[in-house]
């Protein structure tokens, strides 16, 4: 089953705005893996301050992580994927 909710730090927040990793760059001072989220994909809340204790996964890249207190992002699929998922 296809996420419905993506959690995405500031990096592929940034990269899934602009489609462009030269901010990520500006930003944290390091290139970005590739945005593993689908096509359409649109952030619909944001930025949150993470206040939990432990680390929250990013879901925009393999092992990408959240730490307490940084900033993070809520996506969701564009419609047409949500479409498919339910039917």
């Known amino acids: ?39 359409g994909t649109a952030i619909t809340q944001g930025p949150h301050e993470w206040d939990g204790s432990l680390e929250l996964a990013c879901h925009g890249h393999e092992g990408g992580t959240i730490q307490p207190l940084e900033e993070y992002w809520v996506a969701q699929p564009g419609p047409a994927l949500i479409e498919e998922e339910v039917r």
Do not use: Q, T
Request: proline content about 3%.
């Open 1 to 39: 089953m296809a996420r419905s909710v993506f959690i995405l730090c500031a990096c592929c927040a940034i990269k899934l705005a602009n489609d462009d990793e030269s901010a990520c760059r500006d930003y944290h001072g390091h290139d970005h893996v590739g945005l593993k989220v689908p096509a």
